[in-house]
C-alpha cells in the first residue's frame, strides 16, 4: 500500500532481540533428507539446522522443490519409505530422527502436530466433523466418550467457529474452506501439541479468509503458548506473522534472522529477488517486475558451489567452486553468500577476500 | 462527489468502441437434492455490466464463489448465460448458433489456473501449440511447424529445447508459457486469464506478469485478468472491478481503485493482503474482516455484503445499492461509500465516527502519522519520524476496524 512506500527507510537494527532466554522446544542439526528415485539421490534437505523456542514462529520460506515441506514432514516421520533421513532433530529431550513408527506415532499429534494446505482432503469426507475431533481427542487422552464431546465442542470455540454446537454434527462439504482450516487448527490442538507445524496452511484460501486463519493462529498462540512453524511462499505472511524467518534453497537455509533484522537488511542476493518480485500495491501498470532467470538446481547433481550461483548476479567464480556456509556474519544474522549486499555497497559486486574463501 | 446514476460503468475517455461489452449478465445454476428435486438456485452472477476496451487490461477480483470464473464462461459461451448480452467486436455471441460461436471463439482466449490440467499429458509441446491452428486455419504443415516456433520464441521457451517435451517434462511456469502460447496462436483479440498466475511461484509469477505485459504491448491484446489477489491485478491492469458474491461491488481505474476505495468491501480485501516493502523490509499485518462469505444460494437482502460490513446501517439490509460513479469512471455499489483520503478532512472523521456511536479517538490527519500497529511490527521500536503531536494509543486500527477511516499513514 502506499503508506509504506512513503514511509522513510528505518535505521538499521543492529541490537537484535534475540532471546536466548527462552526454552528451546525443537533443535534442528544438520538434517538431511534424501530420496532414492530410479537409482537416482535426490538432496531435498541438505544441513538444516535451526532451533525452534517456547511460543515463538518460525517461518520457513522458498519456492517449490526447496525442501520445505519435506524439512518438516521428516521431523513427523510422515515421509515415504523411498526416503532417508540423517541428522538430529531433538524434541525436549526426544531424538525425532530414526524414531520407531511406534514411538512417532505416540509423539505425532501429541507433541507435534501439523495442519496442510487442503483441509478439504484432510478431513474424512463421511464422518461428521464432531467425531473426527472427538476421535483425534479420544486417540490422545483417556477421557471417555461425553467428555471428549464436551471438549470437541469447547475446541470449535476456541478456534471460533460459529455456532459450535450445530457445527459439531456438521460434515465437511457443509462448510467453506475457511471454516475447514479452523476444524483443522481444533484437531491439531486436540492434545495440547508443543509445536504446530502449519504447512502452506492458508494459500489455497481467499486473502480475507487467510487473514482471519492467521490472526487465529497468532491468537492461540499468545494464549496457548505453542511453537509455531509455519511454512509457506508468501513473504508478506512470513514478515506479518513470524518472529524468525528461514529462507531456503535448493534444501539449505540461505538466510536466516529475526523477522525484522532479515528484511530490513537483507544480505543474501536470492531473499532480494524474492522481495522483488512480490507484486506489490505500489506498482505503476504495466511496469515490469525485475526477475531472475534460470531454475533451481537439479536436486540430483548439486553443484558444489553456492546452489543460487547460476542464477546469481553477484556471482563469481569462486562462488562456482565453493559453497558459503551458513554463518552468524552479524549478531543473529546468518547468511550463506560470498558477495552479500552490506550496507554501502549497494548494487556493486563486492571484490574477492582471497581469505575468505580459502 | 458527484452520484451520476448509470448501470453501464465506462471508462472517462469512451472514445473507442469497446471490443467486450457485458450487458446486465445473469447466470444461475439449480441445485438439485435426492431425486432431482430442485432445491436452490446459485445466484452465481447478478447483473453484471461492463466494457472493455481494445489494448484494455480489465482485473476481474474477489473471493472464491464471487463468480468471476463463471462470468468468464458465460462471456466465452462455455455456460450460455441466463440472460444479458454479451457483445464481441461488435456481435451479439448469445445470438450465434454453436457452430458460428465456435467460429467467433477464435479471438477470444483461454489461459487457466492449472497448466498441467489444461494441457494434454500425452501430446507434445508443439502439438499442443499447433491444435488451434489445425482447426481454425488452413495452414500446411511445413506452415504451421514454423508458427509454432515463432510462438514458442514470442513466450520466452526455445523451441529446439521444448517444442519436442510433453507437459511432464516442463516446471509450471514452462507448462504455463506453453497453455499461453496455444492461447496467442490465432492472433486473438482477447485472452481470458482464470486465476493464471495462482498455483506458481513467486518468482515465476513475475517472470509470467512479464510475459503477458510483453505480448500486450506487442500483439496489442486486451486481458480479462482474473484474481483472487488485489496484489497481482495491480501491475497488469488499467481498470479493475471487484465482484462480490456475484454483483460489481466497484470497478474502476486501477490507480483508483487502490488509492481510493469506495466500497468497503474493496477496503477489506485490501487490507487483508499481507504487506511487506521490499525497500523498507517493513511488514503491513492484514486486517481481518469478520464474519463467513454469505451463501450464493440465499444471498442477504439488499446489499450483499451487509453481513461483514462494518459500515452496514439499516438501511443496506433494505435497498440494494446500485452502482454509483464516484469519479469519472469509478463506480461503487453502497449505500456509505468510503470518502477519497484526498479530501479528508479531520471534520468528515469527526463526523462519520459520531454516526456510527463509535467512541473510537480522533487521530489528527497530520502529514507525520507514525507507522501504527497495524503496519509496523516492530512496535518496540521507537520511530524516528514520530510527530510531536500526541496520538492516542492504538487508535489507528481502533479506527481502521470501524471502516471510517484508513489508517494513520494512509493519510499521506
Not at chain 1, 125 to 141: C, D, K, V
Not at chain 1, 252 to 266: D, G, I, P, S, Y
Request: aromatic share 4%; charged share 25%; glycine share 8%.
Amino acid at each position: 500500500m502506499t503508506d509504506l512506500a512513503t514511509e522513510t527507510r528505518r535505521p538499521e537494527t543492529t541490537a537484535v532481540s534475540y532471546e536466548p532466554e527462552r526454552q528451546p522446544v525443537l533443535t534442528v542439526r544438520d538434517l538431511h533428507v534424501t530420496f532414492s528415485r530410479g537409482g537416482r539421490r535426490i538432496h531435498a534437505v541438505n544441513g538444516l539446522s535451526y532451533t525452534l523456542r517456547a511460543g515463538r514462529t518460525l517461518a520457513i520460506i522458498g519456492e517449490s522443490g526447496s525442501g520445505k515441506s519435506v524439512s518438516v514432514r521428516a521431523l513427523m516421520g510422515l515421509l515415504p519409505p523411498s526416503a532417508t533421513v540423517r541428522g538430529s532433530a531433538l524434541l525436549g529431550d526426544t531424538e525425532l530422527v530414526g524414531m520407531s513408527d511406534r514411538a512417532m506415532r505416540r509423539i505425532r499429534g501429541n507433541d507435534i502436530s501439523m495442519i496442510f494446505q487442503d483441509p478439504a482432503r484432510s478431513l474424512n469426507p463421511t464422518m461428521s466433523i464432531g467425531l473426527q475431533i472427538t476421535e483425534a481427542i479420544r486417540t490422545h487422552s483417556d477421557l471417555d466418550k461425553k467428555a471428549a464431546a464436551d471438549r470437541a465442542v469447547e475446541l470449535l470455540k476456541l478456534v471460533r467457529l460459529p455456532a459450535p454446537e450445530r457445527r459439531y454434527h456438521e460434515y465437511p462439504h457443509q462448510l467453506s474452506g475457511g471454516m475447514r482450516q479452523r476444524v483443522m487448527i481444533a484437531i491439531a490442538l486436540a492434545a495440547d501439541p508443543k509445536v504446530l507445524i502449519a504447512d502452506e496452511a492458508t494459500t489455497a484460501l481467499d486473502v480475507t479468509t487467510q487473514a482471519q486463519i492467521m490472526e487465529l493462529l497468532a491468537d492461540l498462540q499468545d494464549r496457548l503458548g505453542t511453537s509455531v512453524i509455519m511454512i509457506s511462499h508468501d513473504l508478506g505472511l512470513a514478515a506479518s506473522y513470524a518472529h524468525e524467518v528461514l529462507v531456503m534453497y535448493a534444501g539449505q537455509a540461505v538466510e536466516h534472522a529475526e523477522t525484522n533484522t532479515l528484511f530490513r537488511n537483507v544480505r543474501m542476493p536470492y531473499t532480494k529477488a524474492l522481495l522483488g518480485a512480490i507484486p506489490q500495491l505500489t506498482t505503476v501498470p504495466h511496469s515490469q517486475l525485475t526477475v531472475i532467470g534460470g531454475h533451481p538446481p537439479d536436486l540430483a547433481a548439486l553443484p558444489s558451489g553456492c546452489p543460487f550461483a547460476p542464477r546469481c548476479n553477484r556471482a563469481t567464480e569462486n562462488c562456482r567452486l565453493d559453497k558459503p556456509p551458513l554463518d552468524e556474519h552479524e549478531p543473529g544474522h546468518l547468511y550463506a553468500c560470498w558477495h552479500p549486499y552490506l550496507p554501502g555497497s549497494e548494487d556493486e559486486p563486492v571484490p574477492v577476500d582471497e581469505e575468505a574463501v580459502s | 462527489m458527484t452520484t451520476i446514476e448509470t448501470t453501464r460503468p465506462q471508462p472517462a475517455s469512451a472514445v473507442p468502441e469497446p471490443i467486450l461489452s457485458v450487458e446486465n449478465l445473469v447466470q444461475e445454476f439449480v441445485t438439485r437434492g435426492p431425486g432431482g428435486v430442485k432445491a436452490g438456485v446459485v445466484h452465481a452472477v447478478s447483473d453484471v455490466s461492463f466494457d472493455l476496451f481494445p489494448g484494455e487490461t480489465l482485473g476481474i477480483v474477489g473471493e472464491t464463489g464471487s463468480g468471476k470464473s463463471t462470468l468468464a464462461r458465460a462471456i466465452i459461451g462455455v455456460d450460455r448465460p441466463k440472460s444479458g448480452v454479451v457483445r464481441f467486436l461488435g456481435r451479439d455471441l448469445m445470438g450465434l448458433s454453436k457452430r458460428d460461436l465456435k467460429r467467433a471463439r477464435k479471438d477470444i482466449q483461454m489461459v487457466y489456473q492449472d497448466p498441467f490440467g489444461s494441457l494434454n499429458p500425452r501430446w507434445r509441446v508443439e502439438d499442443v501449440v499447433a491444435e488451434p491452428l489445425l482447426g481454425h486455419t488452413t495452414m500446411g504443415r511445413h506452415e504451421r511447424r514454423e508458427r509454432v516456433r515463432e510462438l514458442l520464441d514470442l513466450v520466452g521457451l526455445n523451441p529446439d529445447t521444448y517444442a519436442r517435451r510433453r507437459p511432464m517434462e516442463l516446471s509450471g511456469g514452462q507448462a504455463q508459457r506453453v497453455a499461453i502460447a496455444r492461447a496467442i496462436a490465432l492472433n486473438p483479440a482477447l485472452v481470458i486469464c482464470d486465476e493464471a498466475i495462482s498455483s506458481l511461484d513467486v518468482l515465476i509469477q513475475a517472470q509470467v506478469l512479464n510475459l503477458f505485459e510483453k505480448l500486450r504491448s506487442e500483439l496489442g491484446l486486451s486481458y480479462v485478468f482474473i484474481a483472487h489477489d488485489l496484489a497481482t491485478v495491480k501491475q497488469i491492469s488499467d481498470r479493475v472491478a471487484v465482484m462480490h458474491l456475484g454483483q460489481l461491488a466497484e470497478i474502476g481505474p486501477a490507480e483508483e481503485i487502490y488509492r481510493a476505495p469506495r466500497h468497503p468491501y474493496t477496503k477489506a480485501l485490501l487490507d487483508s493482503i499481507p504487506g511487506l516493502d521490499p525497500e523498507t523490509g517493513i511488514a503491513k499485518r492484514p486486517v481481518p474482516l469478520t464474519g463467513e462469505p454469505p451463501s450464493p444460494l440465499n444471498p442477504p437482502s439488499g446489499c450483499r455484503f451487509r453481513t461483514r460490513c462494518p459500515r452496514a446501517q439499516e438501511l443496506c439490509a433494505e435497498v440494494e445499492p446500485r452502482l454509483v460513479e464516484h469519479e469519472p469512471g469509478h463506480f461503487a455499489s453502497c449505500h456509505f461509500p468510503l470518502e477519497d483520503p484526498a479530501t479528508f478532512s479531520v471534520d468528515s472523521l469527526r463526523g462519520s465516527i459520531r454516526s456510527t456511536g463509535s467512541a473510537a479517538p480522533v487521530v489528527a490527519p497530520d502529514e507525520d502519522a507514525p507507522g501504527p500497529a497495524g503496519v509496523d511490527i516492530d512496535a518496540d521500536e521507537p520511530s524516528p519520524e514520530a510527530p510531536d503531536v500526541p496520538v492516542a494509543p492504538d487508535p489507528p486500527l481502533l479506527l481502521g476496524q470501524t471502516g471510517e477511516v484508513r489508517r494513520g499513514t494512509d493519510l499521506l
